[in-house]
């Protein structure tokens, strides 16, 4: 039996790296399910937030990539309707999977193309859905949400929701009738760091941020929590300024952070630089306004780094796994308690957290439903 052949849009992808976890979702999705489904892929020729098309890639042509996928990637100059209609119409596929919510050049006119044919639409949110982010620049998005739900656009659309939480948030937009796939997204296929103990010493702790500097990955939130904390903190920033407004009020509270808090932003970071950055790193420290997944919480819990996220995520439960905790945003103090907490442990605590870290994530990675339901997604 021939296996359904999916076309897949996405703003940004391989060999792209910082617009983050949409390009890890996508990547995983087809590196996983490739032996049941043949998937090519629809993106630009450039990375997130760069204008510079990738180096030994060739623009506007169907490519081949070494590991076997099968990209077309636009330049600035010919993405535009009639070329993206000339490509789709080109192509036989059965379905059409729509990796962003609100992306002009890959969801919406993509959409009206696809309308046209009749064709069948996926499309993942990826927590764009969700109140928080709904919240941002709510002028825009609202009026647009209510003009999807209430168009042509939504007849022959399902979604794809990475969780229960998500898809009650679809569901609060687009009603409670239309069709929902559930199915978590996929880890990298990756081996389990070998677990290395590392010193933590009682009264310091060694943070990490990996995310784009944008509002909702709450950096801003972050810092306001760290001016409040006793104790020795070094904190490493990691990723692409987005919004440079919004670094600015960061930067604010950055330069005049106490003497006990050190903490510094070293930009953009490859994938595979993570693990490395992770290696003498203590926890995680994300207070996200929302993530559809986390595949930097997942990177980090192999790696032995528990979590100290909100609890908008599938993350939850953390503490009582010592994996770390998920806290309540509306409550700040309750960010500074965990942090003096982890700064009180020593290396015989922190190493019972690490391991318990370690083993929430291998339960995650080994669990034998996740295939299964991503399968089902194009069903």
Known sequence: MAKKKILLFSDWFYPGFMAGGPIQSSFNLINHLREYYDFSVVTRDTDYTDTVPYKGIKSDTWTTLP??????????????????????????????????????????????????????????????LAPSAIAIKSWKKRPFLLWIKNSSLIKNMHFHAASEQEAGHIQNVFGKKVDIRMAPNLPGKMELPAFVAKRKDAGMVHLISVARVSPEKNLHYALEVLQKVKGKVKFDIFGPIYDYAYWEKCKAILNKLPDNIQAEHFGPIAKDEIPNALKDVHFLFMPTQGENFGHTILEAMMCGCPAIISDQTPWRGLEANKAGFDLPLNDQQKFVNAIEQVIAMDSATFKEWSEGTRTTATNFINNPALLQQSIHIFE
Do not use: C, H, W
């Open 67 to 128: 590991n076997g996928m099968r990209v077309y990637y636009f330049s600035a100059a010919n993405l535009g309707y009639p070329a993206m209609d000339k490509l789709i119409q080109s192509e036989e596929f059965d379905i059409a999977y729509l990796n962003s919510m609100y992306s002009p050049r890959f969801t919406i006119m993509p959409l009206f193309i696809l309308n046209k044919l009749k064709k069948k639409v996926i499309l993942a949110p990826r927590g764009m």
